[in-house]
């Protein structure tokens, strides 16, 4: 800024108007100053240029060039005013690049709270101690414990829980056990009881022994469903703990329930089995269809013979099914039949479901397997 300024004591006292020359080289560039009032404050002196020196000692009348050096800094206070009681804010021409530790602490802005990013939580205070002698702190602690402790229906609730959820996997392991365990083990029954018969058969020879020369749960024959894939050994009897929970299927052969042999000239062969569960050799005879093959395995000979008929429901009581001349299978007269029995629906025992077959084929066992068992 070029021209002359008035200038104002720093400490707000107004200086004596007059001139000051400049110095002869502000900026320290080697060049004198464009403007030899550029720096001047203050009206001109009289007298010739350059004035004379300046006194050394400083009044409050009198001003004089700042040295150089500490130009732009503030000047020292005079001794009848303390610093700590003033402050005196920069001039308006200090520049930017003054170092900010040069300025008086009364610039400074004061800090601001609201502009800090984290600030610390004060801490919640501390519950106020029991007041009171030893009983009364006894008392409250006995209070807070029973605040702690669950209500009783809490307790009833949880324990319920805990028992139902054990009742649930006893139910979920004994569902595993009836559906897939039981089977495991039944076939495992069966497939010994087949060797056991086979053995049985390469060391006796021989023919087949006469009808009721069993006992229950006693093997005599092996039964085959090509189309399912069934192969089971059939034993005296149709008692579920002897017989049909080991895999086996059982003949009605005792009683008034009692029915015909493969090997007897005519009659009805009659068995059950399991639809479900120990090995369930029935599961899927919903699936036969006429003509499909059912072979029976004796010690001499192999009886082929062909689904004709199904009954898919009827009541557990109707004994008729299993008659020489099955009701209901659409024989008309005497013959050589087979009848399967077993439950439905399935996982239930509601109801029989009956298929019927007729003896299509009579091979000696020393002639080799039938066509059913060889294709």
């Not at 080697?30 to 002196?45: I, T």
């Not at 189309?227 to 929970?245: F, M, N, Q, R, S």
Request: some cysteine.
């Amino acid at each position: 800024m070029n021209g002359l300024r008035p200038e104002r004591d720093p400490w707000g006292a107004p200086a004596p108007e007059r001139y000051a020359p400049p110095p002869a080289d502000p900026y320290g560039q080697g060049e004198p100053a464009d403007d030899p009032y550029e720096y001047v404050r203050g009206e001109r002196a009289p007298g010739p240029w350059p004035p004379a020196p300046e006194p050394a000692a400083w009044s409050p009348g009198v001003s004089r060039p700042l040295p150089p050096e500490n130009r732009f800094t503030a000047r020292p206070l005079p001794p009848e005013m303390p610093p700590e009681t003033v402050s005196r804010p920069l001039p308006p021409e200090v520049p930017a690049a003054v170092p900010p530790q040069s300025r008086p602490s009364a610039a400074l802005p004061p800090e601001d709270d609201a502009t800090m990013s984290l600030r610390p939580v004060p801490a919640a205070p501390a519950p106020p101690l029991p007041t009171g002698g030893r009983a009364e702190r006894r008392r409250a602690a006995r209070r807070a414990e029973r605040a702690r402790k669950d209500s009783l229906g809490v307790v009833v609730s949880r324990a319920l829980g805990e028992l139902f959820i054990t009742l649930g996997v006893v139910l979920l392991l004994f569902v595993a056990y009836q559906l897939w365990w039981t089977n495991v083990i039944a076939q495992q029954q069966a497939g010994g009881a087949a060797k056991d018969l086979r053995r049985s058969w390469a060391r006796d020879g021989g023919e087949d022994r006469d009808a009721g020369a069993f006992s229950p749960g006693e093997g005599f024959a092996i039964v085959y469903i090509p189309k399912l894939d069934v192969k089971a050994p059939i034993a005296e009897g149709t008692g579920k703990h002897k017989v049909l929970d080991r895999g086996m299927v059982g003949h009605y052969g005792k009683g008034p329930l009692k029915t015909a042999m493969p090997w007897d000239r005519q009659g009805n062969f009659a068995l059950a089995g399991h639809r479900n569960t120990h090995g369930e050799p029935f599961r899927y005879v919903n699936r036969l269809r006429p003509g499909d093959k059912i072979v029976v395995e004796t010690k001499s000979t192999y009886y082929t013979y062909e689904m004709t008929s199904r009954l898919d429901q009827t009541s557990p009581a109707n004994v008729g099914v299993i008659r020489p001349v099955p009701a209901g299978s659409g024989f008309t007269g005497p013959g050589r039949y087979i009848t399967l029995t077993t439950c439905t629906p399935e996982f239930t025992s509601t109801y029989r479901m009956i298929v019927w077959g007729k003896m299509v084929d009579e091979r000696p066992r020393g002639k080799g397997k039938p066509d059913a068992l060889v294709d």
